[in-house]
């Protein structure tokens, strides 16, 4: 079957490809799957920019791209897929400003990991205050700084696992304190200093 015939099929819900040896991005333009909900193109080696085509997958809900060559600047493609609900996009080399604007409209969004990359710049947490379904969030290892805000916010999220490591933090976010539901904290590799609040 060729690639382009995949658009074919249209009661299509999920796409796995994952832990394979693809790398032209131009291979996994199927067109326009309305019915595709799931897709796993991760552990293989795609490089460069994210394809177009597949930023035309308006409807998915799931999307790993983890563990590829992927550089470039994520947002115009998250910006348009406003259903996503887990999406992982961790060791690749995706760079410039933290995508906080397009997260932010992620209002279905459960799991953002985007770990191991090379994002740059200060981002600020409460850009995600208002995403109530977000429990998982992992942005450890990459370039950017993490501000801990001066003026106390309470999120709409209940947060299960948090991943802060190597986000150049000096101080605790207050935010954390309000995370009840929290089981697993990590802010290691970091510069934080005097008392751990109780």
């Known amino acids: 079957m060729k690639h382009a015939e995949l658009g ?33 193109l991760s552990t293989n080696k795609l490089e460069g920019d994210i394809p177009k085509c597949l930023c035309e997958n308006l409807r998915l809900k799931d999307l790993f791209l983890f563990d590829n060559f992927l550089i470039g600047n994520i947002d115009a493609c998250l910006r348009n897929m406003t259903l996503l609900e887990y999406v992982d996009l961790s060791d690749n080399s995706f760079n410039g400003s933290f995508p906080s604007l397009s997260i932010s409209n992620l209002t279905n969004i459960q799991s953002v990991i985007l770990s191991g990359n090379e994002f740059k710049g200060r981002i600020s947490l409460s850009h995600f205050a208002n995403l109530s379904r977000l429990s998982y969030l992992d942005i450890s290892w990459n370039s ?18 948090l991943n802060l490591a190597a986000c150049n933090l000096r101080t605790i976010p207050s935010f954390i304190s309000s995370q009840r539901h929290l089981e697993s904290l990590d802010l290691s590799c970091n510069s934080l200093i005097g008392k751990i609040p109780s």
């Open 8 to 40: 074919r099929l249209k009661q299509l819900q999920k796409i796995d490809v994952h832990n394979n040896s693809i790398q032209v991005g131009s291979h996994l333009c199927w067109g326009k799957i309305p019915s595709l909900r799931v897709l796993d």
């Open 144 to 161: 950017f700084e993490v501000e801990t805000e001066s003026i106390t916010w309470v999120p709409y999220f209940n947060l299960s696992v």
